[in-house]
């Protein structure tokens, strides 16, 4: 047996998490925020560090305006500015988007380079990161992974790497109380998969295994509350499963379902855990075929069979997304290009993985 397993970010979870360990917070003696257009102050969630901030008499400067699936152009402008405001820690708050760009700025902001050189991870240094996660989904927080939109290959496109993880993250799921239901469901299905995913790779280790069966058996409990919108109760499960679907991923990475999700996002404009939804029929058939036995053990831990599955994503999740034949064609050379032969153990043939998005339309 060999593994390795990494999470060195510090985890502070549980409502109150930032008041009760407030000086944690503080990794440095001028901070820049970076947060979405509205998900810091709705969620409560920037006012708590501003107050952790004011009383600890750090300066610093906030950026209210990231936007879904954050552009790599935009966060170098704000490595610019937090530079220039001479930050020496970055704090990221929000869903996955504003946390990924947070992880960007901490890179910009300490090495003026170009975006080839973040995303081959080649800068040298990065400021520290204090993460305040305001979804229950992208587990983000604890991972070293940032998912950036890259105009120039016209997809997305990711950098992360030991370095990259949040020095450390509050989950306060009364922060998320303030998200809509579909925004809600559309990210307990990223956690999910998450999770589902990080059993099925290929870099699956009794580690993660551990982590992951766990968070699969209390995510089979709530896709009914999910699906009938009785969210009272069960936020504080969804953000314990978005955080282990994160440090599952953190040492696995994705696999097939999300890179063949993330053309439907970029060409699209389908919510990101809503892509993977849409995906997940394409995907059970190709494990059915190539990874029967893992399929078998992530279904059972779920505590749901295959075919309820696929009919739970049908209800909750309908499919109105159209594509022409062509368009396909790109797709699945862009998916191929995310190497899932070496993730999932599965085909790495464009004109395999073209059939697969054609079973969805
Ligand atoms: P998101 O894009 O961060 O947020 C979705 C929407 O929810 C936004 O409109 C946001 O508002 C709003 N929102 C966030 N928190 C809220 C709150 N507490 N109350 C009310 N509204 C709130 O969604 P996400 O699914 O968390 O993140 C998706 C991104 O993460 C994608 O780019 C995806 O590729 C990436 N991702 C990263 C990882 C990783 O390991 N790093 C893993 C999977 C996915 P604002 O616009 O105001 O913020
Ligand atoms: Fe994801």
Known sequence: MEFSFNIPTSIFFGRGAIQRNASALVLGSRAYIVTGKSSGRVSGALSDVERVLNTHSIPYEVFEGVGNNPEVEQCKELGAKARAFGADFIVGIGGGS???????????????????VLFANKYEHILPIAAVATTSGTGSEATPWSVLTWHKIKTKM?????????????????????????????????????????????KASPMTDAVNFYALSRFGKLMEPLEKG??????????????????????????LMHAMGYPLTYFKNVPHGRANAFVLPAYLAELKNNRPQRLNEALHALGVSYEALVAYVKRCYPFDVQAQKDELTLWAEQTVAKNPHKTTGTSND???IWSLYEMLF
């Open 98 to 116: 504003p946390l990924d760009a947070a992880k960007a700025v901490a890179v910009f902001a300490a090495n003026d380079v170009e975006p080839e």
């Open 158 to 202: 990711s950098f992360g790497a030991l370095n990259s993880f949040p020095r450390v993250a509050f989950l306060d799921p009364s922060y998320t109380d303030s998200l809509p239901l579909n925004v809600t469901r559309d990210t307990a299905f990223d956690a999910f998969t998450h999770c589902f995913e990080s059993v099925i790779s290929m």
């Open 230 to 255: 009785e969210l009272d109760g069960i936020r504080d499960e969804l953000m314990l499963i978005s955080l282990l679907g994160g440090i599952g991923i953190a040492n696995t990475g994705t696999t």
């Open 350 to 352: 464009a004109a395999h």
